[in-house]
């Protein structure tokens, strides 16, 4: 089984699990438990409609065995997502574990997706 700082930063996901206009609920899987920063927009990467650093009281975790960990991201804006357009987002993540070694040293601290 390889070590958890060899698997890629996201074995599965993310994906939007739901969307509302008041609501996002993104989901994914880690070999870590990580704290993302999520930043959306509609037209122009460089102009997010919305950009917060995710805290714990909004991700719900659940580990599965040594390195996999489920995280539940709900994701409610001051303002209502728009309707009737595309919408891009972004994760930013940085590990948040101090047992597995994934840092500066080991690959990226933080990372697009």
């Known amino acids: 089984m390889p070590a ?3 698997l890629p930063l996201f ?3 993310p994906m939007v699990r739901r969307l509302t ?3 996002m609920v ?3 899987i880690s070999p870590e438990p990580v704290k993302p920063k999520f930043s959306c927009w509609n037209q122009d990467p460089s102009s997010p409609f919305l950009s917060i650093q995710l805290g714990d009281d909004q991700i719900t975790r659940f ?3 040594t390195q996999a960990y489920v995280h539940l991201a709900e994701i409610r804006p001051e303002k209502a997502f728009p309707c009737d357009c595309k919408i891009e987002y972004e994760l930013e993540l940085e590990n948040t574990s101090e047992v597995s070694g994934l840092n500066a040293g080991s690959r990226d601290p933080a990372r697009r997706f």
């Open 4 to 6: 958890a700082k060899d």
């Open 26 to 28: 993104l989901w994914w």
């Open 11 to 13: 074995i599965c996901g």
């Open 63 to 65: 580990q599965f065995g």
């Open 21 to 23: 206009r008041h609501r």
